[in-house]
């Protein structure tokens, strides 16, 4: 599914699961969907079990929208950070196979 014209989300990809050019093959996918993918690179750390969507901005409604057009559940809301250019985060973990994250 395309992002529709009018929804404008700025995105930051981050690997969570330390494998090899997830993040990157996430971006192409990302973009070609519609997303302005503003950031590519590593989560604090390669622990996450579960991809997730994480609010920036304090726009819960953005990140439920950009994760049901990647087709994931988990959203989790962390406090406002206005120095932040992204809007929403997504970050993959190591169940990105299960929930077909990068499939096209």
Request: aromatic fraction near 6%.
């Amino acid at each position: 599914p395309q992002v529709s014209p009018d929804f404008s989300v700025r995105v930051a990809v981050l690997n969570g699961c330390g494998e090899s050019q997830v993040a990157g093959r996430l971006t192409r996918k990302m973009r070609a969907l519609g997303f302005d993918v503003i950031y590519e690179g590593n989560a604090e750390n390669f622990n996450f079990l579960q991809s997730m969507v994480v609010d920036r901005r304090g726009d819960l409604d953005k990140a439920r929208r950009v994760g049901a057009v990647l087709g994931l559940p988990h959203l989790q809301q962390v406090s406002e950070d206005t120095f932040r250019l992204e809007e929403v985060a997504v970050i993959i973990g190591r169940d990105y196979r299960q929930v077909r994250l990068l499939d096209e």
